[in-house]
């Protein structure tokens, strides 16, 4: 036996998808005094029984895997999992069976109860925000058990990302000359999906595997008339790893099995390079929120340049944009100069 199959590693079940997406607030002047008393009242999960079934959290103890797997993983990975707290939320429950025989050794007719188990993975970086691992349901189960655990000393908040920071992140990547700040850097924005109440896309529109959405017509045409993204999909570059993602607005990340991922050897290493990516794209969200107005919102020009860029290809746009500049200009708080425009009249 390898070396790699007799470290211990981490087993979870189903996707890397990030469904709950939170921030969190400890009501104290010190956070770090409380954290311990936080931790140390969360109901710890024992095995039931038919007539008691049971739920609670677990300690994942990434820090200990990744001490365990340190010849595979990369500094970085290794300060995540020793900073993260992490946690396993487990509920359980019973059925009969009564359609299923079940005998002893002896053959003797015996009774007994299907056992089933559901997970999810709690990822607290704190105390500012917390990731949930797992399919929408079990998230949702497991948030309102850390809501009620947890009480009042915690506010814990979604975490969306606004249609506006998703419209910067495609403005700083295809069209500024400062890019965006931090490790998260766009190798390619493949897919996407804007939605609005136009005639002519209905209520939503979606682009898939196009070479860059910042140069899709219907991705061009939809923002021109106001239309929001919903999502985003792409490939990027976290320091060395390339990441495969689709980013929802309403707060939800799904890292593919594709790139880095792929290529890791172990699945905690591929849990970790897909939180290192999500826990660097939320603290990018967060400090877009923080951004002076001219620095939040594109400038006048972008618009003008994706006008541009269907004019380059022979489409009239036969549509008011006065609208959408007036709405720009109440954003940045500022007034737009008419010689920041070159195609929009």
Do not use: C
């Not at 007539?51 to 609670?56: A, F, L, S, Y």
């Not at 559901?118 to 970086?125: F, H, I, R, T």
């Not at 002519?200 to 061009?220: A, C, H, M, T």
């Not at 794209?281 to 923080?290: A, D, G, I, K």
């Amino acid at each position: 036996m390898s070396e790699q199959e007799e470290r211990p590693d981490f087993k979870y079940d189903g996707q890397l998808i990030f469904n709950g997406i939170r921030a969190t607030t400890v009501h104290s002047e010190r956070p770090d005094e409380l954290k311990d008393d936080l931790l140390g009242g969360l109901s710890e999960f024992e095995r039931g029984k038919p007539n008691r079934e049971n739920e609670g959290f677990s300690d994942i103890d990434l820090a200990r895997l990744a001490n365990g797997q340190e010849y595979l993983l990369e500094s970085d990975l290794a300060e995540l999992a020793s900073r993260i707290i992490d946690k396993k939320y487990t509920w359980e429950n019973y059925k009969g069976t009564k359609n299923l025989e079940f005998v002893d050794n002896n053959g003797k007719q015996t009774r007994a109860w299907l056992r089933q188990t559901n997970e999810a993975y709690v990822y607290w970086d704190y105390p500012d925000y917390m990731l949930v691992q797992g399919a929408q349901g079990k998230v949702e189960q497991t948030e309102k058990a850390i809501n009620s655990e947890l009480g009042e000393d915690v506010t814990v908040d979604d975490l969306g990302f606004h249609p506006d920071f998703l419209l910067w992140f495609l403005y700083r990547h295809d069209y500024a000359e400062e890019g965006i700040p931090g490790p998260i850097k766009p190798i390619k924005l493949e897919s996407s999906e804007v939605s609005g109440d136009l005639e002519q896309y209905g209520q939503v529109n979606r682009v898939e595997d196009s070479k860059n959405i910042g140069e899709s017509l219907p991705i061009i045409l939809a923002l021109l008339q106001e239309m929001d993204f919903q999502m985003m999909e792409g490939i990027f570059k976290v320091n060395g790893y390339d990441v495969n993602a689709e980013i929802k607005k309403e707060g939800r990340i799904h890292v593919m099995v594709s790139g880095s991922i792929d290529r890791a050897e172990t699945h905690l290493k591929r849990a970790l390079i897909a939180l290192f990516f999500v826990s660097e794209f939320v603290r990018l969200y967060r400090e877009w929120q923080s951004m002076d107005k001219k620095e939040k919102y594109p400038p006048f020009t972008f618009f003008d340049d994706l006008a541009g860029t269907a004019a380059e290809n022979n489409v009239d746009l036969d549509f008011d944009l006065d609208s959408l500049i007036e709405d720009f200009e109440e954003k940045r708080d500022e007034r737009a100069d008419p010689d920041d425009f070159d195609y929009i009249g």
